[in-house]
């Protein structure tokens, strides 16, 4: 396999897109410190607030929402993506790119179009099911499609020829050792290293019902010597948590160091998203999932499978109470021997290696 020179990079609007980016930009980094790698997105995306501070390369060029029906917009479309195309291709033309890589979001397709234009080699990295919408108008220009999930190809006809990579994980996550680093880690957020600790995070997006349930169990929770560690979402209101518990309640607006709330809990409680999926799965934290309600249902899709292994617990947000939440996390964060035996589980359903098996397909499509 000869060396890639340069590589560009397409993924934007959410973490979803950006984290594994991220971690798969790293990856060639790792093998050949000298590739260039350019990223492109756009000028509102997430990804300026993520990508630059990593040091790569972030150009941004226009880039249009995809309608998902037929109206105005969709007459607009074709001129607007040809001129988003055309900066695309600026930009490839001038890091003289060998191949082109999308993750998804809108910044993607005019980077698959501008690469297409140029018989460039395309590979899409999908973790979702169904694809979404730039993925699947990526995958009219290529064969690459590399996938996060053994479920993916049977689910999705659109993926049924695809290769199941798994997904790009950061080497901080994919390279947790949680119980080397659970006291360091508990020590860092002020938990007792003593008593069992839920995890919560259940994202920037919808995670209201979650904040309530729990804030709501606090007292039950503490009384039965259960630690909580919370990260509320930064774009959520604060939760009243009761001050008199006898054992401690954190509560945080963000966490970027994933790694460091996963190392200290011994059951989580999140969202279905597919990055949540992979990073819990892979170091094998017990999870119980409270899918997102209002969507596809794709995270309760991404979650199902985990469960189904053995690897966590599936409840509607709908039923998620105080109540259920006493009736269930406390026997379970309680019962080491069944606790081990989902984290078992769930390791053997995940992957630590997707950024290395990505990038060896990655090699394959520009050999071939």
Known sequence: ??????????????????YPLLAFADC???????????CLGTPKGLENELIPPHGYDLRQIPAYQLPRSINLNLVRTPDRM????????????????????????YVSVPGYLAAWRRELP???HEVNVPPGVANRMGMKFTKNVAVGFPHQPAQAEALRDARVVGVPLRRGISGLDRTAMRNAARAHFGLRPDLPVLFVAG??????????????AAKELARNGVQVLHVIGARNEPVPVPTDLPVP???????????????????????????????????????IYVPYPHSNQEQKRNALPVVQA??????????????WLERTVIPLVRDPQRLAAMSHAAAAYGRRDGDEALLRFVYEAVNR
């Open 1 to 18: 396999m000869g060396p890639l020179r340069s590589v560009v990079l397409c993924g934007g609007g959410t973490g979803g897109h950006i």
């Open 82 to 105: 040809w001129k988003a195309a055309r900066a695309a291709g600026k930009v490839i033309d001038e890091v003289r790119a060998d191949v082109v890589v999308g993750f998804g979001g």
């Open 249 to 287: 309640y954190v509560t945080l607006p963000y966490l970027s160091e994933m790694e460091l709330g996963y190392a200290a809990a011994d059951l989580m409680l999140a969202r279905g998203g597919a990055m949540t999926c992979a990073e819990v799965a892979a170091i094998g934290l017990p999870t």
């Open 310 to 323: 053995g690897g966590g617990l599936l409840v509607d947000d709908a039923e998620l109470t105080p109540d």
């Open 122 to 124: 395309i590979v899409i």
């Open 28 to 38: 060639l980094r790792r093998h050949d410190p000298g590739v260039r790698i350019t």
């Open 203 to 216: 994202g920037s997006q919808g995670a209201r019902s979650i904040n309530l349930a729990v804030s709501g």
